[in-house]
């Protein structure tokens, strides 16, 4: 049987679609809500945002730009100081050193992790956790005392890489390296619980699938587990890039200790653009160097929404 | 005590060329019970929300009581509703829940004790006033969601498929009870669902709705014995009615190889294809060589009566088009799988549809 | 062959484990024991061995009455801070993310992504300017110029707008329309209450965060008695012996500290985030995975 099947309209009225309905653009608020009552519940929150979120930023920007040396003497100015070279180089190195070791310990130590018993691997991963409670001052301080060969708990691999005495393990040479392990050790438990919840979003089935199809556990880790998680490493690639340009509590307390000779006050982008903010008065160069490094992180936030599909917007 | 009239009411979904409800004219009257049937995507849960307030209505009107509420919101349209998932407020109890509404109109707090009490003791909910949602069964949930509707008396009841999250057994039974709770109470209701038993037990009149436009809006029995078009035909009543190709001829219709004689005039038709409506149950069991000849492909035994499924043949039993027909036998007459049999129509139970639009031929 | 192989594989992997574990843990460990010991037992006894209680006590006193009870000073100013902050940031949050997530307003999505970068975007990269700011507001010195800054949430609003627009059914809203709530009471009596955890979770992030800042106390507070625990601790290692031998000759006046007065010091610097840390781990689970969408 073959009833028609366009739409029947017994009676006859067809009310014909009017033309700039299709294709609207912005609909309105559904039916029986209001729309303006959500600014209200916004309202505070704009507020703060606009004076410490966008102000601040309108600020710098317009300091660095306005100069009597013309538009863009700032910039001039930080670029030739002789610091701002060698700032730029310490935290890019730094940024390096720790996102390679980070991502290839997280990852691994993750899915090492997932094939344990969930229990286990709770437990595991709660102690990789803690130290992240110490971010900041507090942490630069027990490494500190790690550092020290002479009451260390490492002092026997200290001894081993030939460091006898505390000045030479914060030598100016080590410092990315320090400063990595010192970073590793506060955020990597984060990343490793949040890679591990994305691991267990991957339904079962499709790990199931792979042993039947013969994959041992680290083929299964490879060519499944690890390109499901891609998402989740680009994440936390580029956001501890951002971080790490950033750099500025580490080297700071680091330099308090006066055996840090090799810590100048200036060895990271942040420091200098304090110093010569708080030395010298030099507001704007100081604004030019913030506003280098707010390029860095807008650059990274905005590849990360647009770009990346790792955010809903709607 | 109010009716509610759709004046041409359209909406049209942003951005799609077909509208969602289309030039909608249709009236509840006052104290009915009117169900609103079809096909997902008809327009009936639409038509629900725009009363309900929670749609934009594009064009037309929308009258409670004679007055137009398209532009009034929810809250000031003196309307209750029943969810399909009940949306019952998870962290208030069955009697938080209940006297919400009235907490929100300012009602005093005795007078809401009052009358959630009284709610309770109709909808058999006494003992579970204190408990949470999540401390309910699917069947008390739905009571409540009933309870919090009751308790704001209001002019109109909305229930969207109240009933289609419950299992088969409990729905058959909270049916009964909605519809006996409907007629103690005598609230306009207007009633969605997407299940033609539901709409046909239930309803004082039935709304049959497809792809936007009203088809046809009727008592079930009229709308069972004298459906205006092959849809509804084919819609209400279970199993499905026949709806077969044929073309008229001189004395009758011609279905697949055989003409069934058919009494009163159709000759101005002649040559004109039609499709032929029969119900499962003006078919009967025929001796050889008189009726349509089929062989069965099933039979489905219900124990107090069978259906039989069967293939269309031509004399030399040969697969005819249209093929499949389903007829009601007596269990014990009933055929047997394979078997070659012949049907008999009842006389002038036969309805006739025009093939191409469907519109019912008188 | 195989069975070999794969036995191999397990010992080197929980070599691996162990190692890892004991990178993370032992500071840990020898953080919360080095108060119990004296200097020079630090210098020449296992770090797993357990002092004394006498010399924890003694630790304890020396360094919470250093430098005019200092200590307890920072940890007041860190305290008003955070919890400033934080409040703050909850009030301001909360209602931001159900504005964002159940009402319509022309800008919704606008400022929805507005939040998102300013999210993703490190907060150091705002110090600066917002010390330049808040120079020019004339707020420098005051405690607005840190309480304000943390109230400044944006990952607290998109943790409550996921929140929101995931745990709260439309029709629940349509309900509450039709029973006759306005805006706010549907706010106030449906998303509210059903809101706790997300309040905890953001209160949480938002604590910790504020707690353990340290660049924006550095170039906000200039006097002792602002300071915050996170600068102090700064402070201390200047008088640290071990730290800053070249400061202190025989027979100066100063008060030194030892390493396990420094220990101590950031023993209790830390105790309030890592006792929240403690009992916070599965809500931290989802709400670091809340920052995208799920697939």
């Not at chain 1, 003497?73 to 050193?97: K, M, Q």
């Not at chain 3, 031998?245 to 105790?271: E, F, K, Q």
């Amino acid at each position: 049987m073959s009833v028609s099947s366009t739409p029947t309209a017994p009676g006859g009225r067809v009310i014909a679609r009017r033309g700039s309905r299709v294709g609207a653009g912005r609909e309105r608020p559904p039916a029986g809500t209001s729309p303006t009552a959500g600014y209200f519940f916004v309202a505070l929150y704009v507020v703060l945002l606009v004076l410490l979120g966008i102000a601040p930023v309108v600020y710098a920007v317009d300091l660095a730009l306005s100069n009597q040396g013309g538009l863009g003497t700032s910039f001039v100015d930080a670029f030739r100081d002789y610091r701002f070279v060698p700032a730029f180089e310490h935290v890019l190195e730094f940024t390096g050193l720790w996102l390679v070791s980070q991502t290839i310990l997280v990852v691994g130590l993750t899915l090492m992790l997932h094939n344990l018993a969930r229990r286990v691997g709770a437990a595991f991963r709660f102690l990789f956790y803690i130290p992240g409670a110490l971010a900041g001052a507090a942490s630069v301080i027990v490494w500190l005392f790690m550092l020290d060969p002479s009451a260390s708990p490492f002092a026997f691999i200290l001894h081993w890489l030939g460091y006898a005495q505390f000045d030479n393990t914060i030598a100016p040479g080590n410092l990315t390296f320090i400063f990595a392990i010192m970073a590793f050790w506060i955020g990597a438990g984060g990343w490793i619980v949040v890679m591990y919840g994305a691991l267990n979003n991957i339904p079962h089935e499709l790990l199931e699938s792979a042993q039947i199809d013969g994959a041992n556990a680290f083929k299964t880790a490879l060519w499944i587990k690890l390109p499901l998680i891609r998402k989740w490493v680009v994440y936390m690639l580029v956001l501890s890039f951002a971080g790490g340009t950033q750099l500025f509590v580490e080297p700071t307390v680091l330099g308090s200790a006066a055996l840090g000779v090799g810590v100048s006050k200036y060895w990271s982008p942040n420091q200098l653009a304090w110093f010569v903010a708080s030395q010298y008065d030099n507001v704007d160069e100081a604004a030019a160097i913030a506003v280098v490094l707010l390029v860095f992180g807008l650059a990274v936030a905005a590849i990360l929404v647009w770009r990346g599909r790792l955010f809903e917007v709607e | 005590m109010a009716t509610v009239t759709f004046e041409g009411a359209t909406r049209f979904y942003p951005k799609t060329e077909r509208a969602a409800v289309n030039g909608l004219d249709l009236e509840v009257r006052d104290g009915e019970l009117l169900v609103l049937v079809g096909p997902s995507g008809c327009g009936k849960t639409t038509t629900l929300r725009m009363l309900a307030g929670l749609e934009h209505v594009d064009e037309g009107a929308i009258l409670i009581d004679g007055k137009d509420v398209i532009n009034l919101a929810p809250r000031d349209r003196d309307i209750a509703m029943v969810f399909q998932n009940y949306a019952l407020y998870p962290h208030m109890n069955v009697a938080q829940n209940m006297g919400f509404a009235l907490r929100m109109a300012g009602v005093p707090k005795l007078e809401i004790e009052r009358r959630v009490r009284a709610a309770a003791v109709i909808l058999d909910l006494e003992e579970y006033l204190e408990r949470k949602p999540r401390q309910l069964s699917g069947g008390q949930r739905q009571r409540v969601a009933m309870g919090r509707a009751i308790v704001r008396e209001p002019r109109v009841f909305l229930m969207d498929e109240p009933l289609s999250n419950l299992d088969a057994q409990l729905r058959v039974a909270t049916r009964a009870e909605i519809a006996a709770l409907q007629r103690n109470l005598a609230v306009t209701t207007l009633y969605v669902t997407h299940d033609q038993v539901e709409a046909m037990t239930m309803g004082d009149r039935v709304a049959v709705m497809k792809d936007g436009f009203l088809q046809q809006c009727d008592t079930p029995r009229t709308l069972y014995e004298n459906p205006t078009n092959a849809f509804v035909a084919g819609f209400i009543g279970s199993p499905a009615m026949n709806l077969l190709e044929g073309t008229i001829e001189p004395g009758g219709v011609r279905i697949g190889a055989t003409v069934v004689p058919v009494a009163n005039g159709l000759h101005k038709a002649v040559g004109k294809s039609v499709i032929a409506g029969l119900r499962p149950e003006s078919l009967a069991l025929a001796a050889a060589g008189t009726g349509i000849p089929a062989t069965v492909r099933i039979v489905e035994e219900l124990g107090a009566e069978a259906f039989v499924h069967a293939s269309l043949v031509g004399a030399d039993a040969v697969p005819q088009k249209p093929s499949n027909i389903i007829a009601r036998v007596e269990p014990r007459a009933a055929p047997g799988k394979g078997e070659l049999v012949h049907f008999q129509v009842k006389e002038g139970s036969m309805l006739f549809f025009d093939a191409a639009s469907g519109e019912r031929l008188r | 062959m195989a069975l070999n192989q794969r036995h191999l594989m397990r010992v080197v992997g929980l070599a691996v484990l162990l190692i890892v574990t004991a990178f993370f843990v032992v500071p840990m460990i020898w953080l919360f024991l080095a108060p119990t010991k004296t200097d020079g037992q630090l210098l020449t006894e296992s770090p797993f061995a357990f002092g004394s209680l006498s010399t924890l006590f003694h630790t304890f006193h020396r360094i919470i009455t250093y430098g005019d009870d200092s200590l307890v000073i920072w940890l007041k100013n860190s305290a008003i801070y955070s919890f400033g902050g934080t409040a703050l940031a909850i009030v301001a949050a909360i209602p931001a993310g159900y504005g964002l997530a159940l009402t319509h307003f022309i800008g919704r999505r606008a400022l929805l992504s507005i939040t998102l970068v300013v999210m993703i975007m490190p907060a150091t990269a705002l110090v600066l300017p917002l010390f330049l700011e808040i120079n020019k507001l004339g707020l420098y010195g005051t405690i607005w110029s840190l309480i304000l800054p943390f109230g400044f949430f944006p990952f607290g609003v998109y943790l409550t707008y996921i929140y929101f627009s995931s745990t709260i059914p439309k029709d629940l809203l349509a309900a509450a329309r039709i029973d006759g709530a306005g805006e706010w009471n549907v706010f106030r009596y449906i998303a509210l209450p059903l809101a706790r955890p997300i309040v905890a979770l953001v209160g949480f992030f938002a604590f910790v965060a504020s707690w353990n800042n340290f660049f924006l106390p550095f170039v906000m507070t200039y006097d002792n008695s602002q300071y915050p625990l996170q600068i102090g601790l700064q402070q201390l290692i200047g008088s640290t012996a071990s730290f800053n031998p070249a400061n202190y000759s025989a027979g100066s006046s100063i008060v030194v500290l030892h390493r396990p007065d420094l220990a101590m010091a950031v023993i209790i610097a830390v105790a309030p985030v890592l006792i929240v840390f403690l009992f916070a781990q599965r809500a931290l689970v989802s709400g670091m995975l809340a920052g995208a969408t799920k697939e």
